[in-house]
């Protein structure tokens, strides 16, 4: 899988279907196609940023 904000790998999962970006720090949830990014403020709340409607790659990272 892939951020769906900077195409990096390096991502974490942090909980069901909610994962993390190392590369750009924003978090990010997978519903079905649905894509929602959301950018962490300074006291730790989630801004939503955009939705994203494309494809992600699913696979091990390898």
Not at 1 to 20: F, L, V
Not at 23 to 28: G, I, K
Not at 44 to 52: F, K, N, W
């Amino acid at each position: 899988m892939r951020c769906p904000n900077c195409t990096s790998r390096d991502i974490g999962k942090i909980g069901a279907n909610q994962y993390y970006c190392w590369s750009c720090f924003v978090e990010f949830n997978v519903s079905g196609e649905e894509v929602r990014v959301y950018d962490v403020a300074e006291d730790g709340s989630l801004v939503v940023m955009d939705s994203v409607d494309n494809e992600m790659e699913y696979g091990t990272g390898a």
